[in-house]
């Protein structure tokens, strides 16, 4: 079993404000949403060594808002 390329996590006793996505894949980073506008106050940590070039960070942060919109959309469903 392998781990997924993205996971979600919360610190929420600490920061109930903030929701965060692990990469879980090469170049590895957590990057922190804020929960009522994710385009707001984005912060990324990085865990491996940070790519040269914004391009790729910008890919990578689009994929990992991706994956929290899908993630969150479906966690409504299964709510309903």
């Known amino acids: 079993m392998s781990i997924p390329k993205f996971l979600l996590a919360d ?3 600490v ?3 903030r929701i965060y996505v692990v990469h879980t894949e090469t170049p590895k980073f957590i990057v922190g949403f804020d929960v009522e506008d994710f385009d ?3 912060e990324i940590m990085w865990i491996d060594t940070k ?3 914004q391009d ?3 890919d990578l942060l689009a994929d990992a808002e ?3 919109n899908d993630e969150l959309d479906n966690q409504e ?3 309903e």
């Open 77 to 79: 469903e299964l709510f």
């Open 40 to 42: 707001l106050d984005q």
């Open 15 to 17: 920061d109930p404000d």
């Open 11 to 13: 610190n929420s006793q």
């Open 66 to 68: 991706e994956f929290l």
């Open 56 to 58: 790729e960070i910008d």
């Open 51 to 53: 790519p040269a070039f």
